[in-house]
């Protein structure tokens, strides 16, 4: 793939990046920003310091809460676009729009579901301030341990698959892959934080609303992109109609 179609493809995958963040912004504020106001509420109501807000709540929850989406949406699809690249041919024979699904399914479920599993998204009021740092060391870690380990399950079914076959290459790819995220569970230190008296149908709807917020962006982006893709890397051929419209060159 020379580095004119990567950098189209690299663009393309910022516009779709763009266009699922927008997707990603409608679900936030409808289903995720009243969850939050909850949440700050009963922290006012249970708190007896009250600090003075820096940014405004109404602020956070409109142009701060749409330039963080949308420029999580930018990055995160540029670098989906590139990886893209990498992968179209490699993982199969499956056309640009299945590659886009393909890969934006795996991002989503190794960069987000994996770590959410172990370490949910909380809202505010839930956490001690003094150990946000350790908290985001260990998520991150969980993050980086999904992704390496995607990998090496994707390379450990290429190797199995001449002698095992497709299906069963990806089987034993998986399973080795669901035993050891396992296993990171088991080892990796829990978090329990939240407060005594925090409403669990809240905590369960903000989680929920976080885990939409997430599927929305990833599907949004793999049906946008391989869109893009598909209509760039296989452009449909001129029709008869569009043929007999340009005139014959002499």
């Not at 580095?3 to 912004?25: E, P």
């Not at 922290?43 to 820096?54: F, I, K, P, T, W």
Request: aromatic share 10%; charged share 10%.
């Amino acid at each position: 793939m020379n580095s004119a179609t990567v950098r189209n493809l690299l663009v393309r995958g910022m516009l779709a990046g763009l266009a699922a963040g927008v997707l990603a912004l409608i679900v936030a504020y409808v289903l995720g920003e009243p969850n939050v106001d909850k949440a700050i509420s009963f922290e006012e109501a249970h708190s007896h310091e009250h600090e003075m807000e820096v940014v405004s709540r109404s602020l956070q929850s409109t142009a701060g809460l749409a330039t963080g989406v949308l420029v999580f949406g930018v990055a995160f699809g540029g670098i989906a676009g590139l990886a893209f690249c990498f992968a179209l041919g490699r993982v199969g024979r499956f056309g640009p729009r299945a590659t886009a699904l393909l890969l934006s399914g795996c991002a989503l479920l190794t960069v987000y579901v994996v770590p959410f599993l172990k370490y949910p998204a909380n809202p505010p009021s839930v956490g001690n301030p003094d150990t946000i740092g350790k908290r985001t060391t260990l998520y991150f870690l969980m993050m980086l341990l999904s992704v390496l380990l995607a990998i090496a399950a994707t390379l450990l079914g290429k190797r199995l698959a001449p002698g095992l076959g497709t299906w069963w290459a990806t089987v034993v790819a998986v399973a080795a892959f669901v035993v050891v995220i396992g296993l990171a569970f088991q080892f990796l230190p829990a978090v329990n934080e939240v407060p005594t008296g925090f409403p669990a149908t809240l905590l369960w709807r903000f989680r929920l609303s976080a885990l939409a917020i997430q599927a929305v962006m990833w599907g949004g982006f793999g049906l946008a992109f391989g869109e893009l893709a598909e209509r760039m890397l296989n452009p449909k051929p001129a029709t008869v109609a569009n043929k007999r419209a340009v005139p014959a060159a002499h």
